[in-house]
Nanobody, 128 residues
């Protein structure tokens, strides 16, 4: 059974940092790709960052470039999203999702319709 479990969400002040984790199981992690997405109340879901585990290539939405870093730990089957210089606009539920067969490397953020399985999400709240 494919499982993705997010953790690390919290309430943080603007300018602060958080590291989100996505623990994966039930599939061949090294052959997959993982995306991070977020959705704020009343807003459409946004693809934030993407990593192809096999070669480590990454892509980011413009809103994340320079502030967020996605990385993978093959030994732990876990992908991280390091978020720095957080802003109130970053407030959202953050989800990770997997492509069991990685597609092309996105130029910007990933497209959620191209992912196979999703986690339950973790809340990030940034106060001003």
């Amino acid at each position: 059974e494919v499982q993705l479990v997010e953790s690390g969400g919290a309430l943080v002040q603007a300018g602060g940092s958080l590291r989100l984790s996505c623990a994966a199981s039930g599939f061949t992690f090294d052959d997959s790709a993982i995306g991070w997405f977020r959705q704020a109340p009343g807003k459409v879901r946004e693809g934030v960052a993407y990593i192809r585990i096999g070669d480590g290539s990454t892509s980011y939405a413009d809103s994340a470039k320079g502030r967020f870093t996605i990385s993978g730990d093959n030994a732990k089957n876990t992908v991280y999203l390091q978020m720095n210089s957080l802003k109130p606009d970053d407030t959202a539920v953050y989800y990770c999702a997997t492509q069991l067969t990685p597609g092309y490397l996105y130029i910007g953020g990933p497209n959620g319709y191209e992912f196979d399985y999703w986690g339950q999400g973790t809340q990030v709240t940034v106060s001003s």
